[in-house]
């Protein structure tokens, strides 16, 4: 059998910003309670950005334990993909300022926005840049601050999002071609721009030279979820010959616990494989995946030899999935 050039996780790494937000706290915000939240949502809490941490700190920090769990140095690395859709500046890119930050000066480093799904979408990216050879060893990241674009004013959105990072670092690994090897199996991304209305920030520097802050119609978001994320998944199964039978861990974007669980029941997923931990992060677009990956990860339900699927949709619309054999 003919080899080829496979993607596998060499390690995992996190970080949270230290001030945590309980729904309690909003009571005094908005007009809300902590079981409308939790009944909604499944959020009990959420990690708020300080005023000296930022997105590239907090993907400095996930970065450098992926890198030590690894068994690597920063160094070995020669790729960075940061999916954001907060970066500390409109330009230059965050991850040339992780670059930097990481002591690395060869390679190349940019970042990826496709909101809620960047993760899946980095991750689908430096997958086909190490397999065409262009890197070795590749740092893929989400990381928001999402923060610093809420409306505090607005209670069916302002509950729903925290802070944080994810990191993963992969190598491009010579194997045989079959899905019982580590590494990355299959990934399909999708997007349909005539949603843009229903989950969106209101700014930009080419619109309105502002930041903008966040919009949703929540409704029609939950709406439309289920069945775009089911419906790429479904793909990724027929395209890589597995069934939900054969997946030992759904790792889904963690955005609501209602969408986690209609997406896990239609696919046929049972509640068990499910990794969830909105309930403490809330909804940290393109670090949900990756946050919730490393505390999998480094609580030993995922293990060498697993089957990962990892899903995400977000706004624009964009949604993918990826399988891994971890």
């Known amino acids: 059998m003919t080899n080829q050039i496979r993607s596998v996780v060499r390690g995992t790494g996190s970080a949270l910003p230290e001030r945590v937000m309980r729904n309690q706290d909003f009571e005094g915000i908005v007009e809300t309670s902590d079981e409308w939240i939790r009944q909604r949502t499944g959020i009990v809490a959420r990690h708020i950005a300080g005023e000296h941490e930022t997105t590239v700190s907090l993907a400095e920090e996930a970065a450098r334990r992926a890198i030590a769990a690894s068994g690597l140095e920063p160094a070995d690395i020669d790729l960075i993909v940061l999916a954001t859709a907060t970066p500390n500046n409109t330009f230059p890119a965050s991850a040339v300022q992780l670059q930097h930050r990481l002591g690395i000066a060869h390679g190349f480093a940019f970042d990826l926005q496709a909101v809620c799904s960047g993760f899946v979408y980095a991750l689908t990216t430096a997958d086909l840049y190490l397999k065409s050879g262009m890197a070795r060893r590749a740092l893929v990241i989400g990381a928001e601050t999402f923060s610093r674009i809420l409306d505090w004013e607005d209670r069916s959105t302002c509950v729903l999002f925290g802070d944080g990072a994810g990191a993963l670092v992969l190598e491009a690994t010579e194997g045989a071609a079959t899905g019982e090897d580590g590494g990355i199996i299959v990934s399909r991304l999708r997007s349909n721009g005539s949603h843009q209305s229903k989950l969106y920030v209101d700014g930009g520097p080419s619109t309105t030279g502002t930041i903008g802050k966040l919009r949703m119609e929540g409704r029609e978001v939950f709406k439309h979820a289920v069945g775009m994320i089911t419906d790429v998944i479904e793909d990724s199964f027929a395209a890589a010959a597995v069934t939900a039978d054969d997946i030992d861990w759904f790792v889904p974007h963690q955005a609501n616990r209602r969408i ?67």
């Open 260 to 326: 986690i669980d209609a997406s896990a029941k239609k696919l046929g997923i049972a509640p068990e494989k499910v990794v969830v931990t909105v309930d403490r992060h809330g909804n940290t677009s393109a670090a949900s995946i990756p946050l919730a990956l490393d505390v999998a990860v480094r609580d030993g339900r995922i293990k060498r030899g697993d089957l990962v699927l990892l899903e995400a949709m977000g706004g624009g619309f964009t949604w993918g999935a990826v399988l891994i054999r971890w």
